[in-house]
Antibody
Framework: EVQLVESGGGLVQPGGSLRLSCAAS????????MHWVRQIPGKGLEWVAG????????GYADSVKGRFTISRDNAKNSLYLQMNSLRPEDTAFYYC???????????????WGQGTLVTVSS | QSVLTQPPSASGTPGQRVTISCSGS????????VKWYQQFPGTAPTLLIY???QRPSGVPDRFSGSKSGTSASLAISGLRSQDEADYYC???????????FGGGTKVTVL
């Protein structure tokens, strides 16, 4: 059974940093691209970042480019999102999602975690 | 504002057919596959339709997707109360080099 379990969310002040983690199991992690998608409570979905199967390629939404960094450790079956210079508008649930393709720009997402809430507030 | 445009709401009575539109441009829907996600309150989204009209195993054939030019649509036939949820379309945008979503459509069963 595929499982994606996010952790690392919480309350952080504007300008602060936070690192999200996603522990993957139930599939061969290094065969697939992975993504982070966020959702402001009560609002729509927004793709944040994606990373290819071996970490060699990554892409970001304009809203987070230069502030967030997506990475993965295939030996640990884990996906990460380092978030710096956080803003109140980054407050959202952050979901880890699994792609069906090795590239982050081509496939679709067949499994999602349950999300972790990030709150940016003073 | 979302790059892909969806109506904020749609409704129907049990058994009816409901259609949700998703409008984009040549940079996204016009040149790439569209996928659809279903989301119930308080839960993560789940894949409903991929590659414009393909259904993952387990998704009832009451759900169908199509694409024409720079627009796509999701149809729910034989509407049921358990179909009340939010529905999102998504596609890769070549100009933005990013995945883009529609704003979501809330389906209500009257």
């Amino acid at each position: 059974e595929v499982q994606l379990v996010e952790s690392g969310g919480g309350l952080v002040q504007p300008g602060g940093s936070l690192r999200l983690s996603c522990a993957a199991s139930g599939f061969t992690f290094n065969d697939y691209a992975m993504h982070w998608v966020r959702q402001i409570p009560g609002k729509g979905l927004e793709w944040v970042a994606g990373i290819g199967w071996n970490g060699g390629s990554a892409g970001y939404a304009d809203s987070v480019k230069g502030r967030f960094t997506i990475s993965r450790d295939n030996a640990k079956n884990s996906l990460y999102l380092q978030m710096n210079s956080l803003r109140p508008e980054d407050t959202a649930f952050y979901y880890c999602t699994k792609d069906i393709d090795i590239l982050y720009s081509y496939g679709y997402w067949d499994y999602w975690g349950q999300g972790t809430l990030v709150t940016v507030s003073s | 504002q979302s790059v892909l445009t969806q109506p904020p709401s749609a409704s129907g009575t049990p058994g009816q057919r409901v259609t949700i539109s998703c409008s984009g441009s040549s940079a996204n829907i016009g040149s790439n596959y569209v996928k659809w996600y279903q989301q119930f309150p308080g839960t993560a989204p789940t894949l409903l339709i991929y590659r414009n009209g393909q259904r993952p195993s387990g998704v009832p054939d009451r759900f169908s997707g199509s694409k024409s030019g720079t627009s796509a649509s999701l149809a729910i036939s034989g509407l049921r109360s358990q179909d009340e949820a939010d529905y999102y379309c998504a596609a890769w945008d070549e100009s933005l080099s990013a995945w883009v979503f529609g704003g979501g459509t809330k389906v209500t069963v009257l």
